[in-house]
């Protein structure tokens, strides 16, 4: 690193137990805020949100994976010589319409 970014990067400490502080803070005033005439009137979006984002900061959520599995068709069963129409699954030529 250059001298000049290395004096930037020392000057920039973000810590997890700081956000997670300010993240509270955030939540205590969603549910103090007031509304009209100093009711208060709590934002439960707003404490939701932070909620969510301290759960994330704690690994508590993670990104669904996506997988992919193989999807049995079965389209029609011959029963004493008659055909049942089951129709199970998709196609593959729709599975890649879709895509």
Do not use: R, W
């Amino acid at each position: 690193m250059t001298g000049k970014k290395k004096k930037k990067d020392d000057n920039f400490n973000y810590s997890k137990t700081e956000s997670f502080e300010n993240l509270e803070t955030v939540q205590k005033m969603a549910l103090s805020k007031k509304g009209k005439d100093d009711e208060i009137n709590p934002d439960i979006s707003i404490f939701l949100k932070a909620e969510e984002l301290k759960g994330k900061l704690c690994g508590l959520y993670s990104e669904k994976e996506k997988t992919s599995s193989h999807i049995n068709i079965m389209g029609s069963v011959k029963i004493d010589g008659k055909d049942l129409k089951i129709n199970v699954g998709e196609t593959p030529d729709a599975q890649q319409q879709d895509n």
